[in-house]
């Protein structure tokens, strides 16, 4: 993300503004409200999301939320477009997704008379297949989202004021309504895309004495920041540096660790791209290093990365002679997808696999990504991939 994006300012300012101050347990009309009953109560929240996600069934789910107040409002309905987009996404890829569990980590429950304040990271761990695989072969992908939800107790029951977090499919769901009658979400749009007969067979593999793609996709894995693939819950981020998630972003700093650290891609380093280390407080680092357009710009200026192409979904998608998966076809593991939002370089992502029909699966920092496809969430018109091969 870009250093100082607004959306974080926003987000700082949100969470100051709906926070509640700490207040004593007390007991309620029937009996007393206790921590577990919160977080037993926000685990069933997420399990019935993921389960009308593949079911498509939203009867009582509407009824966790509390519809009078405006936040309570959104926070619902961001969950059904969200449910929308992902089965149409998947549906559009002949995709079929299999299960999808939360991993909650609770940091902090907060009680108050009539109310609660939670904050927890949930991971997401999402299994798919392919309609039409012979060997059924499962592919894995996860996010980590940061929650900061708000519950009205009342009678002993729990409704959700407002449930805050950076979502990573934030900008695929501006095309998408509620209806608050339906119980049933539509069924998914139609497969138009086929990576069946586009099987990656070319993946490179070599290093050479310039870059090292397995270390830079092995550092890129462990230091993923999502806990359920990595075994991580603390430190999930290398230490040795900041961590500018909330003042701008973080995902062009982990890109270029991935790139440039010495116990990854050792990718040299120089007076414009570069970090200093400190025994404290993190490396001091160029603007080339963390910011998203600068990035950008010090690759494809230095001769260190190649623009393979620029565009949307269908036009890095197109078939060409030398890759039946067009241009995406031609980026290998270590490589680099730069996102454009209206002419702005919104995210930087590095490519850590491919799946079992050779879709790219990319990493990232906010929102912290494991081995995700690398176009899912990005569904706005404005958005164009800028797909850029290391050299």
């Known amino acids: 993300m870009k250093i100082f994006n607004r959306c974080f300012s926003i987000f ?22 206790d921590k577990n009953n919160v977080t037993d109560f926000i685990n069933n929240i997420f399990k019935i999301r993921n389960n009308f996600t593949l ?54 429950v907060t009680l108050g008379k009539n109310s609660a304040t939670v904050r927890v990271d949930e991971g997401v761990k999402v299994t798919y297949g392919y309609s039409n695989d012979k060997d059924n072969c499962e592919n894995v992908f996860g996010v980590n989202l940061f929650h900061n939800i ?45 990576f069946v007969n586009n099987v990656r067979t070319n ?16 550092y890129a894995d462990t230091y993923c920041g999502v806990p359920w693939a990595t075994g ?11 961590n500018f998630t909330g003042v701008g972003g973080n995902c062009t700093n982990y ?11 050792s990718l040299k380093q120089d007076g414009t791209w570069y970090c200093i280390y400190k025994g404290y407080n993190g490396a001091e680092t160029s603007a080339s290093w963390s910011n998203a357009d600068a990035f950008k710009n010090y690759l494809l200026y230095s001769g260190k990365g190649k623009l393979v192409k620029k565009g949307d979904f269908k036009e890095v998608t197109k078939p060409l002679k030398e890759s039946s998966n067009g241009a995406i076809g031609k ?7 730069a996102y454009d ?22 990493n990232s920092h906010t929102v912290d990504r494991y081995h995700v496809p690398f176009d899912l969430g990005w569904g706005d018109k404005n958005i164009k991939f800028l797909l850029i091969h290391i050299q």
């Open 55 to 108: 079911s498509g069934d939203l009867e009582n789910f509407k009824d966790n939320y509390d519809l009078k107040n405006n936040y309570g409002k959104w926070s619902f309905e961001h969950e059904v477009k969200r449910a929308k987009y992902l089965r149409d996404w998947a549906s559009e890829r002949g995709m079929i997704i299999k299960s999808i569990e939360s991993i909650p980590n609770f940091k902090k």
């Open 12 to 33: 700082i300012i949100f969470i100051m503004l709906f926070s509640f101050n700490e207040k004593e347990v007390s007991a309620y009309t029937k009996e007393e409200i």
């Open 150 to 194: 708000s519950l009205k107790i009342n009678d002993s029951n729990m409704v959700i004021i407002n449930d805050y977090y950076l979502d990573c499919f934030e900008d695929g769901l501006k095309t998408y309504e509620v209806n608050y009658s339906e119980t049933l979400l539509p069924a998914p749009k139609e497969k138009n895309y086929d």
């Open 341 to 362: 939002k209206g002419n702005d370089i919104d995210h930087t992502a590095i490519i850590t696999g491919f799946d079992s029909h050779g879709y790219p699966l990319i």
């Open 255 to 265: 890109v270029s660790q991935c790139l440039g650290d010495k116990d990854a891609g």
């Open 203 to 218: 993946v490179e593999l070599s290093s050479s004495s310039k870059f090292d793609r397995l270390k830079a996709v092995s």
């Open 232 to 242: 991580k819950e603390i430190n999930k981020y290398n230490t040795r540096y900041k």
């Open 331 to 337: 980026l290998t593991l270590g490589d680099v997808i």
